[in-house]
C-alpha cells in the first residue's frame, strides 16, 4: 500500500501541499497524511503517518525536504520505517525518483542528506563569518535587547510586589526573563 505524506510551513502555501497532494494521489497513494507545519515545530500528520504504516507499505514524499529537517532526522525516519519493514519513495530527487527499497536507493538517500546537512553548516560558517566582519567594521550590532532595556521598570514592579507572571504581562516579557533580570538586580 502507498502511503503519502505532505507538508508546507505555512499556511499560505496552500498551492504547495495541494500540488504534493495531487502528486501523490496520481502516483497511487490510498491514504494521504497532510499537514501544515514548520519542519521544526511538532509534525503530528508526519507522526501519525509512521503509526499507519505497516509491513510491505511505502511511504511517499514528493521531495526529501518535506519529509526531514536533517540527515539525523532523516536517518531517524528511515530507521523508524525499516524496523517497520516499510520503504520510502522520494518522487522528486534531484530529478529522479529514489525508493529505498533497493540497497542503492538507501544508499543514495543517505549521501544527498549528508551533503544538503554539509551545504547547511558552510552557508551558516560563511554567515557567521560575514558577521563578524560587518561587527569589525561596525556595520552590525545585532538585535536590540528587549527585556534588558525593562530592567528598571522590572525592578519596581517586583518592588511593589507584583509576581513573576503579573511583571512579565505587564513589561511584554516572558517569565523566564522576568527572573533573570531580578537576579540580575540582586547581582548589583
Not at 526529501?64 to 530507521?79: E, F, K, M, Q
Not at 525518483?97 to 549521501?111: A, I
Amino acid at each position: 500500500m502507498l502511503i503519502g505524506y505532505a507538508r508546507t510551513s505555512t499556511v499560505e502555501q496552500v498551492a504547495g501541499l495541494e500540488a504534493q497532494e495531487v502528486a501523490l494521489a496520481a502516483t497511487g497513494c490510498t491514504k494521504l497524511f497532510a499537514e501544515q507545519a514548520s519542519s521544526v515545530a511538532q509534525r503530528d500528520q508526519l507522526d501519525a503517518a509512521l503509526d499507519w504504516v505497516r509491513e510491505g507499505d511505502t511511504l511517499v514524499v514528493t521531495r526529501l525536504d518535506r519529509l526531514a529537517r536533517s540527515t539525523a532526522d532523516l536517518l531517524g525516519i528511515v530507521a523508524t520505517l525499516e524496523g517497520k519493514r516499510v520503504a520510502l519513495r522520494i518522487l522528486d530527487f534531484g530529478g529522479s525518483e529514489v525508493d529505498t527499497k533497493s540497497p542503492t536507493g538507501r544508499m543514495l538517500l543517505t549521501m544527498f542528506a549528508a551533503v544538503a546537512e554539509f551545504e547547511r553548516a558552510i552557508m551558516l560558517e560563511r554567515q557567521r563569518v560575514g558577521v563578524a566582519r560587518a561587527r569589525a567594521e561596525g556595520k552590525y550590532r545585532g538585535r536590540a535587547p528587549t527585556a534588558r532595556r525593562q530592567i528598571k521598570r522590572v525592578a519596581a514592579l517586583h518592588g511593589e510586589g507584583f509576581g513573576a507572571s503579573a511583571i512579565a504581562a505587564a513589561v511584554g516579557i516572558s517569565r523566564a526573563s522576568v527572573y533573570r533580570l531580578l537576579a540580575e538586580v540582586r547581582a548589583a
